[in-house]
């Protein structure tokens, strides 16, 4: 093979080298689901103290949909709360409901528990499309 074709056979291999690199790099870069962008349903919580866990019995009414701007939106129930919140590269989280319908929702409506908790949020992982917000007092709460 002549010197220049073999140059020319080293540049391609080079480039294409290069090229698998960056799509390596770009899929292991990846983060996954992200937290913006979806509704995520409420599914269970747990408690350190008393320890316990509890599955929501309709997750479907206890949402929320976090916005690329720092707001949020959520159903809780028969109500609709709005907020903002904030997130660290290291996964702290902030969420501060704001402004929320006030309708009676019914006996064993989860809703101020779930706005309550919503605001004791410190910390939040996403893993296998499931979202866990750590709450302040030791808690979870899990999406998904």
Known sequence: ?????????????????????ALLAAACGSSGPALTGRAWQWTASTTKVPASQSVVPDPQDYTITFATDGSFQAKADCNTVSGSYTTTSSGGMTITPGPSTLVACGPDS?????????????SYAISNAELTITLADAGTMTFK
């Open 1 to 21: 093979m002549p010197a220049e074709q073999e140059a020319t056979v080293r540049s391609s291999r080079r480039v294409l080298a290069l090229l698998a690199v």
């Open 110 to 122: 989860l809703s101020d528990i779930y706005v309550a908790g919503l605001g004791k949020a410190a």
